[in-house]
């Protein structure tokens, strides 16, 4: 698992660049779970398909809802919480 966690942050490097090792930590896990729902994603196509039932096609499903704005505000202090927790971890 290390080593995945590794190459993640290799990748976020070769992107971004240097960061610190709490944000590049965070980043790390969200790539992972980001892997994990595409992962589980795949997995109940398969599984629909196998059983006989035809996947829904990508343009046949509902559209996406219009972005929410309270929602973004939220996530956004959300991220800004973790970030200024992240710091505080980062100093001595």
């Known amino acids: 698992?290390?080593?995945?966690?590794?190459?993640?942050?290799?990748?976020?490097?070769?992107?971004?660049?240097?960061?610190?090792e709490s944000r590049m930590l965070?980043?790390?896990a969200l790539l992972m779970a980001d892997d994990l729902f595409e992962m589980g994603k795949s997995l109940k196509e398969a599984q629909a398909a196998?059983?006989?039932?035809?996947?829904?096609?990508a343009d046949a499903r509902p559209a996406a809802p219009a972005p929410d704005t309270k929602l973004n505000r939220r996530l956004g202090k959300?991220?800004?919480?973790?970030?200024?927790?992240?710091?505080?971890?980062?100093?001595?």
Do not use: F, T
């Open 1 to 20: 698992m290390a080593e995945q966690v590794e190459r993640r942050i290799d990748s976020i490097k070769a992107v971004a660049g240097q960061s610190g």
């Open 26 to 28: 965070v980043m790390a």
């Open 50 to 57: 196998q059983s006989g039932q035809a996947a829904q096609p």
């Open 78 to 92: 959300l991220a800004k919480r973790a970030e200024d927790i992240a710091a505080e971890l980062g100093q001595p």
